[in-house]
């Protein structure tokens, strides 16, 4: 007979940090209700292949779905017509110029709800103060048009929103951090759930297990990414 599925673990805010390990859940990966979102905790979060996601007026819900999807730079996919738009370039990029707006951008007018709550941005950008959470900003004679989030863990990117305001800039903002971070030592982004849109940029799954072994690998490698200087480049091969 197969063994039952463990239950989530309940957290307090005071319990020790620790999370239980993500395999021995089901696909859908709640493995943890509760606690709190200091960086600590969200930190091991990270380093455990796990990521808060809840709706405001819920305790924290800690999940570590099965599979998981990654970009890399060697699987980064541009279209033809979205290296039209990067080489067109009425656009430019920064880095860490603004994180927070970043993040109540990405949160704004989502007819579905957003996760990107108040609680949410004011722990997030702690991380970003403690130069372990990064933002790419893309903007439009001096608008704030597009953009994207995201935490480092060693060689791992955990990117986790993004936005636009015109036509394909969330799409710049995923290739200048994926391009910009890629060179500096990233060597994995994690996109957590496949969408069509991510899908177009050469996103891909992989199985729960292999994820959390590569985050093994990763996870401890040093990358500095405080100073980068964000680019989108066109590539130069014609994919379609």
């Given at each position: 007979?197969?063994?039952?599925?463990?239950?989530?673990?309940?957290?307090?805010?005071?319990?020790?940090?620790?999370?239980?390990?993500?395999?021995?859940?089901?696909?859908?990966?709640?493995?943890?209700?509760?606690?709190?979102?200091?960086?600590?905790?969200?930190?091991?979060?990270?380093?455990?292949?796990?990521?808060?996601?809840?709706?405001?007026?819920?305790?924290?819900?800690?999940?570590?779905?099965?599979p998981r999807a990654v970009v890399t730079p060697e699987c980064l996919h541009v279209s033809r017509s979205l290296r039209r738009v990067l080489r067109r370039a009425d656009f430019h990029l920064t880095w860490n110029r603004c994180f927070a707006r970043v993040m109540n951008e990405c949160g704004r007018g989502r007819a579905e709800g957003t996760w990107v709550i108040p609680e949410m941005v004011a722990a997030y950008t702690r991380l970003h103060e403690l130069g372990r959470a990064h933002s790419v900003e893309v903007w439009h004679e001096g608008e704030l048009v597009g953009g994207t989030y995201g935490v480092q863990i060693g060689a791992l990117f955990a990117a986790e929103s993004m936005f636009h305001r015109r036509t394909d800039m969330s799409k710049v903002a995923l290739v200048a951090l994926v391009q910009t971070a890629g060179a500096a030592g990233i060597e994995v982004f994690d996109v957590q759930f496949?969408?069509?849109?991510?899908?177009?940029?050469?996103?891909?799954?992989?199985?729960?297990?292999?994820?959390?072994?590569?985050?093994?690998?990763?996870?401890?490698?040093?990358?500095?990414?405080?100073?980068?200087q964000p680019a989108a480049t066109p590539p130069s091969s014609s994919d379609a």
């Amino acid at each position: 007979m197969r063994a039952p599925q463990p239950r989530p673990v309940f957290l307090r805010p005071d319990d020790p940090m620790r999370f239980p390990d993500p395999q021995q859940f089901d696909r859908e990966g709640l493995v943890a209700i509760g606690g709190d979102l200091r960086p600590e905790r969200l930190l091991l979060a990270y380093r455990s292949g796990i990521f808060p996601w809840y709706a405001e007026g819920y305790v924290p819900m800690w999940w570590s779905p099965d599979p998981r999807a990654v970009v890399t730079p060697e699987c980064l996919h541009v279209s033809r017509s979205l290296r039209r738009v990067l080489r067109r370039a009425d656009f430019h990029l920064t880095w860490n110029r603004c994180f927070a707006r970043v993040m109540n951008e990405c949160g704004r007018g989502r007819a579905e709800g957003t996760w990107v709550i108040p609680e949410m941005v004011a722990a997030y950008t702690r991380l970003h103060e403690l130069g372990r959470a990064h933002s790419v900003e893309v903007w439009h004679e001096g608008e704030l048009v597009g953009g994207t989030y995201g935490v480092q863990i060693g060689a791992l990117f955990a990117a986790e929103s993004m936005f636009h305001r015109r036509t394909d800039m969330s799409k710049v903002a995923l290739v200048a951090l994926v391009q910009t971070a890629g060179a500096a030592g990233i060597e994995v982004f994690d996109v957590q759930f496949l969408t069509r849109h991510l899908a177009t940029l050469g996103a891909y799954e992989l199985a729960r297990r292999d994820y959390l072994e590569r985050l093994r690998s990763l996870r401890d490698e040093v990358v500095d990414l405080r100073h980068v200087q964000p680019a989108a480049t066109p590539p130069s091969s014609s994919d379609a």
